[in-house]
């Protein structure tokens, strides 16, 4: 899609890329393909209910799944749990939106929390090398606008949002997983 969440911080800092030709896809770095298998480890405990734990010594998508793999998968599951607990809302994991008006402008938000009046986002991030930082984040903010638009597309007013980065392999001063409310005007702006 042209206005991919993750290719935010691109277009909106050079809206000019918007008229380049697409470029040619590249194959993934082998970073970026351990990461998906960490989402699909992710995904494989929802579908059947097990523990990460339960596939150490295992292969997902030829990656070992390592007690490393499986206890950050277990921290972004937990984060989920908490998250949703107690709310009456519904929870999708890998929820596919795209924007009503705009059909280029969508993406797949790995954890959807939404009730009648607030929204979570969890976006689970594998990688050890870069620092996700949550405040301010373009990806995210561009998933609540796609998340609002659809779960609560009667409303006049931003419903509550609360954006969360689950990225236990990295170090930040504020711990593994970060959370960031935007206000009303930081969402429009």
């Given amino acids: ?49 097990l523990d990460p734990s339960a ?36 929870v999708r994991t890998e929820a596919f939106l795209i924007h009503p008006q705009v059909s280029d402008f969508g993406g797949t938000i790995d954890c959807l929390i939404h009730g009648p009046d607030e929204i979570t986002i969890v976006d689970f991030k594998y990688g050890a090398g870069v620092t996700v930082e949550v405040e301010n984040n373009s990806q995210l903010l561009c998933y609540a606008l796609l998340a609002a638009r659809e779960c609560c597309p009667n409303h006049e007013a931003w419903p509550r949002i609360r954006l969360v980065v689950v990225q236990p392999r990295c170090h930040h001063e504020h711990g593994p997983v970060r959370v960031w409310e935007p206000t009303e005007a930081e969402l429009d702006a």
């Fill in 55 to 90: 596939f150490i010594d295992g292969e997902i998508q030829g990656f070992p799944v390592t007690e490393e793999m499986a206890s950050a998968v277990q921290r972004y599951m937990d984060t989920v749990e908490a998250e949703s607990a107690g709310a009456n809302c519904g």
């Fill in 1 to 49: 899609l042209k206005f991919s969440p993750s290719a935010s911080h691109r277009w909106l800092s050079c809206p000019g890329s918007l008229t380049l030709p697409e470029p040619e896809r590249q194959n993934s770095s082998e970073y970026a393909a351990e990461g998906s298998a960490a989402h699909d480890l992710a995904e494989q405990c929802w579908l059947t209910g």
